[in-house]
């Protein structure tokens, strides 16, 4: 009997695992309107430059700190500094919230693509109100991801991402084709979308190009270490780290090229002015997006078809990536085969999305009464962890890197594992200690500024459920140091050699009971 490697295959699969953590919704349906909304291509210019002085750097450093322990976030930070364990729990806490709420979305997405020819112009809010369906898709999502995790990082998630992020790209490309060929308000839509206009680059625009970079690379959540962790000597950090920015950026990008020319062109055809149509978020995915599919008659039905399968593979990718960080810690905290780890992780967090799902149904519905600080409990979440800890998150691996490590020693240790760092070595180093931290500080101090002190129509003004998010969000952050110190800092966390043993000992017991 020979023993598996739990893993990567190849340097590929890795990147493109981590592509497609990083590509979801965030570059579907953010991106192209925050470009639109905050100056076009200036704003793409200061979204490249945050990738370049944010993204990237924060990318290696969670891939390096995963790589050189080949564990899980807790047991890697662990490695860093027997103290430094709870930057891993917070790591892992991340993720398993974000699966919550995104798998909500996924199930939208799933209902969507299937619905694709009845038609999803207007049904959107009393979908989302009929919980029963909403909970059904949610559940075929969450067990579609499932079954891809279970298979194992090498014959799941690798081979999964290998055969549907090529097919991601191929169907952006064809939609992006189709929608530039619409003829009339596509000019319109391609000016909108990217003529530069510095004049409305203002502070808020930088903020939210920066924090837009954070989310969209899937940064300060466990995932780049966990899959650096499942990396080796074939994987060349700068490089690989380098090719996941250019793919998130690029599918960002050509999302926008797909979206814009067609909305305009329906805004044009259907006249009704582009300021009518729901352009941000869940309005533009469900509610704006459908019309202008249902304008184009019986193509519009298969464009509709590519699009959501489109969208709900973006979704899928990263919702495993998501999975996977909680499950890996699970097989290898508790000693669990891979199975039951991940359909507990499944379980608990399509519970948790039940109450997700019927707060969002009923706010869309225009029934306030299930909120929580004044936001849906999907939103509630998404600002918990997105706008408060993952900057946190990421703050922390840098910290780790450069400070608690030593960006010498980081450094060496990166040429150790086969990266030739050459002339980048100085820049990654003034980077990684004290640039990138500090940008990420002002990212954090004015996101929670922002929920504290939003902008209203008379200027800003206190609010109390901004404070509560804020105050809700370093809760769980103390709640993940408690819980380090009390249960993981004195015991075992695991490597990835568990998982091994785990295996190893089932493969033992069955060929034992052939005998
Ligand atoms: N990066 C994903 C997106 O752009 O939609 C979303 C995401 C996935 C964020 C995983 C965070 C995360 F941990």
């Known amino acids: 009997m020979e023993q598996k490697k739990v893993g990567f295959a190849s340097g590929i699969g890795f990147i493109l695992a981590a592509a497609g953590s990083a590509i979801g919704l965030g570059n579907l349906w953010a991106f192209p309107y925050k470009t639109s909304a905050n100056g076009g291509a200036a704003f793409v210019i200061l979204y490249i430059a945050s990738v370049l002085f944010i993204g990237l750097i924060v990318t290696m450093c969670e891939t390096f700190i995963g790589k050189r322990a080949q564990a899980n976030p807790i047991s890697a930070y662990k490695k860093v500094h027997k103290n430094a364990g709870w930057f891993g729990m917070l790591a892992i806490a991340l993720p398993t919230i974000i699966i919550c709420y995104y798998s909500v979305l996924g199930g939208y997405t799933v209902k969507f693509t299937l619905n694709s020819f009845v038609g999803n ?81 203002t502070w808020s625009s930088v903020l939210a190009a920066m924090s837009q970079a954070f989310f969209s690379l899937s940064l300060g959540m466990g995932i780049m270490i966990t899959y650096g962790s499942y990396s080796g000597k074939e994987i060349n950090l700068v490089k690989s780290t380098i090719m996941i920015c250019i793919f998130d ?18 805004s044009a055809t259907a006249g009704i002015p582009y300021s009518e149509l729901g352009m941000g978020g869940i309005g533009l995915m469900f509610q704006t997006l459908p019309f202008v ?23 899928m990718t990263s919702v495993i990536s998501l999975i996977e960080v909680a499950t890996q810690f699970v097989i290898q905290k508790f000693h669990t085969k891979r199975k039951i780890a991940a359909v507990t992780v499944g379980t608990f967090c399509f519970a948790v999305a039940i109450p997700v799902s019927i707060s969002l149904g009923k706010v869309l519905n225009g029934d306030n009464s299930m909120v929580i600080f004044g936001q849906n409990w999907l939103d509630f979440l998404d600002l918990m962890t997105n706008t408060v800890l993952m900057p946190v998150g990421a703050f922390l691996a840098c910290l780790a890197v450069g400070w608690i490590i030593g960006i010498k020693k980081t450094c ?44 209203g129509d008379n200027g800003r003004s206190f609010s109390g459920n901004g404070l509560g998010i804020v105050a809700c969000s370093y809760g769980l952050l103390a709640l993940c140091l408690i819980v380090y110190f009390i249960f993981f800092r004195n015991t075992e966390t695991g490597t990835n050699e568990d998982e091994h043993i785990v295996d190893w000992e089932e493969m033992v017991d069955q060929s034992k009971a052939s005998k």
């Open 412 to 455: 060496n240790e990166i040429e150790q594992q086969g990266t030739k760092l050459g002339a980048f070595r100085p820049v990654f180093s003034i980077m990684a200690k004290y640039v990138t931290p500090l940008l990420i500080l002002v990212v954090e101090i004015f996101g929670c500024f922002d929920l504290i002190m939003p902008m």
């Open 121 to 201: 112009a207007g049904v959107f809010n009393s979908f989302a109100g009929n919980i029963g369906d909403v909970l059904m898709y949610t559940a075929i999502f969450i067990i579609l991801s499932l079954m891809i995790v279970l298979a194992g990082v090498k014959d799941g998630i690798e081979k999964a991402s290998k055969v549907l992020m090529p097919a991601l790209f191929l169907i952006l490309t064809g939609i992006v084709i189709f929608s530039l060929c619409l003829g009339e308000g596509v000019k319109d839509g391609l000016e909108f979308y990217l003529k530069p206009d510095f004049s409305e680059l």
């Open 293 to 315: 599919f249902a304008d184009m008659g019986v193509l519009g039905q298969i464009v509709s078809l590519l699009f959501f399968a489109m969208v709900t593979i973006a979704a």
């Open 249 to 266: 950026t690029m599918v960002a990008l050509l999302a926008g090229l797909a979206i814009f020319p067609a909305v305009f062109h329906y």
